[in-house]
């Protein structure tokens, strides 16, 4: 019978209109069918088909509810937000820094040195480039080898062509089971399988890696986003060798390692891994470029995919970033970053003490573990209405499995004090009960 379809068309509807609000509890499946005069078979596939179509999310015990919007059309967060305040998405922007960058960038605006600046750049740029690629890159006695180094427009770019060049298509990537979102999308552009791998306090568990045995490994050892975790060494050192005795190789996305001196898990293993960077949160956001760094034997098959991609860098990106790694430029802006972020974390541990909230203290962002009374869809609609913009872990989760009851919180958007407003908003919703029309309005 269609019935059902017909009740998920209405209430759909409903939706569409607010009559049914985000985060809003339907009623249970049983009162559901009281009320409709169905059967409670009936009921069921009227709320599987909302499920179904993305409008709302439920789980055994908690009830269900109005998605907090619609499905996203990709699983990636990549567009600001319209909310007043965006702690959704990280853009580090510091006061001082647009000035800092264009004075280093004036002399690049004579006519003879942007002429030389706005021709194609390759793959593999210049020498010059690369040299400051790796003195950038540096860090904690591991430096890459700048014969290696490649360019990419960008930071999802150079992910992008590591994991085309890895991993066959209908092949498997294994990722940690809550992941960058945007990896999300590139698997379901590659036609990429993702393996959820098991991660616990340390990060990645090596023996996920050795059950799943999957093509490659997309992992995020420092300030892993979203859980701000950070792995420490004898677990990288675990990890290089059960990638070592599988023939694994490895995608190691460090593009918030600058916030933290850590030796990369490319330090470990580096006939395995191939390290993916970029500009987009060290400097600008509107100027970006990324950086691949594969071993040897991988560097061909990364560099094709960059240039079959059409994901080269564009040259006054790559002539800009040569120049404000050698006068110093980036290095200021990133010590300063590092400060930025510190100061932040402390602003959260301040705002929100005593909720069980986890992050490293030079991380952007943080995890947060809702109140057993909230769910995280229903938590992130309510501080939606209240114009603070929050992901929920849905977001970041990989396959089918039940996402932790938690949101991440991005620090770096708003100025200081609008972010510990903002967390004097969100402390205060979160002992309040979802139940109240007023946490919720």
């Known amino acids: 019978m269609d019935d059902y379809r017909a009740l998920a068309d209405a209430m759909a509807a409903d939706i569409a209109a607010g009559r049914l609000r985000p985060g809003q509890r339907l009623p249970p499946q049983r009162r559901f069918a009281r009320d409709r005069r169905i059967a409670a078979s009936t009921a069921a596939r009227v709320y599987t088909e909302l499920r179904r179509r993305g409008l709302v999310v439920g789980e055994v015990g908690r009830g269900t509810y109005v998605r907090a919007g619609q499905a996203p059309g990709e699983p990636a967060l990549v567009e600001p937000g319209q909310a007043r305040v965006d702690l959704e998405l990280n853009f580090p922007v510091l006061p001082q820094q647009p000035d800092l960058l264009a004075r280093s960038l004036a002399p690049l605006l004579r006519p003879g040195a942007f002429a030389e600046a706005t021709r194609p750049a390759g793959t593999a740029g210049t020498p010059r480039a690369r040299a400051a690629a790796a003195a950038l890159l540096t860090r904690s006695g591991w430096a890459p080898d700048e014969r290696r180094i490649l360019f990419a427009g960008n930071g999802k770019q150079a992910i992008a062509a590591a994991v085309a060049a890895l991993v066959p298509t209908g092949g498997r990537l294994g990722v940690e089971a809550l992941t960058y979102p945007v990896v999300k999308g590139v698997a379901a552009r590659l036609g990429v399988t993702l393996v959820p791998l098991v991660t616990d306090g340390e990060g990645l568990v090596p023996e996920a890696v050795r059950a799943a045995r999957p093509h490659a490994v997309y992992v995020q050892p420092t300030l ?113 970053k590092r400060d930025d972020a510190a100061h932040r974390q402390r602003i959260v541990q301040a705002r929100l003490a005593g909720l069980a909230v986890h992050g490293d203290p030079a991380a952007y962002h943080c995890w947060w573990e809702l109140p057993e009374h909230w769910r995280a869809e229903t938590f992130v609609a309510a501080a939606a209405r209240r114009g603070i913009a929050v992901s929920p872990a849905g977001a970041f989760a990989v396959g089918a499995g039940h996402a932790p009851n938690a949101v991440r919180l991005a620090l770096a958007s708003p100025p200081p004090a609008t972010l510990s407003g903002a967390l004097d908003v969100l402390a205060a919703l979160a002992t309040a009960s979802p139940d109240d029309e007023d946490a919720l309005t």
């Open 224 to 336: 892993h986003n979203p859980l701000g975790s950070t792995m420490p060494g004898p677990r990288r050192e675990e990890l290089a060798a059960v990638l070592r005795s599988l023939d694994i190789p490895a995608v190691e996305d460090t593009i918030y390692a600058f916030l933290r001196d850590e030796p990369p898990l490319a330090a470990y293993a580096p006939e395995r891994t191939v390290l993916v960077d970029s500009l987009s949160k060290r400097l600008a956001p509107g100027l970006t470029l990324g950086f691949a760094v594969p071993p040897a034997a991988l560097a061909g098959r990364v560099a094709s995919a960059v240039r079959s991609g059409t994901w080269t860098a564009q040259g006054f990106a790559l002539e800009a970033a040569t120049h404000w790694i050698e006068d110093g430029t980036a290095v200021a802006v990133q010590d300063a």
